[in-house]
């Protein structure tokens, strides 16, 4: 394929073209109420419940976030017909116990990256789910963005060839006290920033056939710094950085015979992205409001799409991409030692 005149369009849904569903939120942390800003702000979507651990605090969430009803319980928000889908927003050691528990009664279910802290959890996930006929996917909302399908459209196209080189980071700092420094919460770079790269890689190039990683920890003994490379039996080698000992650049760039693409900083958020030819030096932009978090819609809308239309997967991130992009998670922590307390 030569290089194109203009990018392709973004196939991804409006908000009007999906049913509006009833949305149960478990959490009531940051994500969830960042999701559900998402959902009120740009989608037809509803939040019918919230459930937390403790009945006032999930009162307080629902008036915060303009919810239906406010559960202390998760069995009484699970018994509620006004809820299609549960959106787990709880920490990573209690996302497959907490998705086992939404799948039982029935109910689809989005998780939060990651679906399990290994790939066994997430194996055990989409057994169920699949047995139990709901729909089930991972949010890793990244994919399911429109400058996403873009890029996963150039790639099929081939216009960028054959993928030599991808470079992909996610590090910033966190203050004492946040969950993700928490060894009990399975904390440390990797479940929460290190998802983004690895996914990115995976995404792109499937499983590597050769691993290596070095890991720094931080002062809490959750590991703090992880540097990967992931080489592939093709050309392709992937060069990956998390950490949450400070900011790293947030790239992403992906090199093909042919072209490379340069995402903007926060290449996991909204945002924009470069295409440069490599034969005559020409470039594309995309351009993409870098809307951070209230670009969570997309992921809804997505959800939405599938269960509508019968689906129990989406395409956009199919059960068993999850579970091999942790497979190759579960494969550098053991090569840095970085093993969680409930493992
Ligand atoms: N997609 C993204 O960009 C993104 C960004 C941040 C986080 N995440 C993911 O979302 C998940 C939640 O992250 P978060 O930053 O929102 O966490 P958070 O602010 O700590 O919120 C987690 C919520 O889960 C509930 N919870 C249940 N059991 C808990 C326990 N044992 N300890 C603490 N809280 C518990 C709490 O709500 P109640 O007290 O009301 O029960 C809490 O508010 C993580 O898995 C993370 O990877 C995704």
Redesign the pocket.
């Known amino acids: 394929m030569t290089f194109p005149e203009h990018l392709p369009v973004s196939r991804r849904p409006m908000p009007d073209e999906v049913p509006s569903l009833g949305w149960g939120i478990m ?6 109420d ?1 999701f559900c800003a998402a959902l009120r702000d740009s989608t037809t979507q509803r939040i019918s419940a919230v459930v ?3 009945q006032s ?2 009162d307080a ?1 629902a008036t915060a976030v303009g919810a239906e009803r406010a559960h202390g319980d998760v069995e009484q928000m699970l018994a509620d017909p006004t809820v299609d889908v549960v959106y787990i ?4 050691p ?2 497959r116990d907490d998705a086992l528990r939404v799948i039982a009664a029935g109910k689809h279910v989005l998780i ?3 679906m399990g802290i290994n790939a066994q959890q997430a194996r055990e996930v989409a057994a169920a789910a699949r047995e139990a006929g709901v729909f089930c996917a991972e ?1 890793l ?1 990244t994919l399911f963005l429109p400058k996403f399908d873009v890029v996963r459209q150039l790639v099929q196209a081939g216009v960028l060839g054959e993928i030599i080189a991808i470079q992909a980071d996610q590090g910033e700092w966190f203050d004492d006290g946040h ?1 993700i420094l928490d060894p009990e ?1 399975a904390g440390g770079a990797m ?2 920033l290190g ?1 983004y790269p690895v996914m990115f890689a995976t995404w792109l190039l499937g499983q590597p056939d050769e691993v290596q990683a070095v890991g720094t920890r931080a002062d809490s003994g959750v590991m703090g710094t992880v540097t990967m490379s992931l080489h592939y039996p093709t050309l392709a080698q992937a060069s990956l950085q998390t950490s949450l000992l400070g900011e790293l650049p947030n790239v992403g760039m992906i090199s093909g015979t042919k072209a490379m693409l340069q995402f903007d900083r926060k290449f996991y958020q909204p945002g924009s992205f470069t295409l440069l030819d490599r034969a005559t030096g020409r470039a594309l932009r995309y351009e993409e409001k870098a809307i951070e ?1 209230a670009g ?1 819609f997309h992921e809804a809308l997505e959800v939405a799409r599938c269960i509508s239309e019968g689906r129990t997967e989406t395409p956009l991130r199919p059960l068993g991409d999850t579970i091999s992009y942790l497979d190759v998670m579960d494969d550098v922590r053991d090569r840095i030692g970085d093993r969680f307390l409930m493992e």
């Open positions: 959490g009531t942390g940051w994500i969830a960042k937390s651990r403790s605090r999930a969430f927003a709880t920490p990573h209690n996302h939060e990256k990651p949010a909302w969950r919460l479940l929460d998802t978090h969570l």
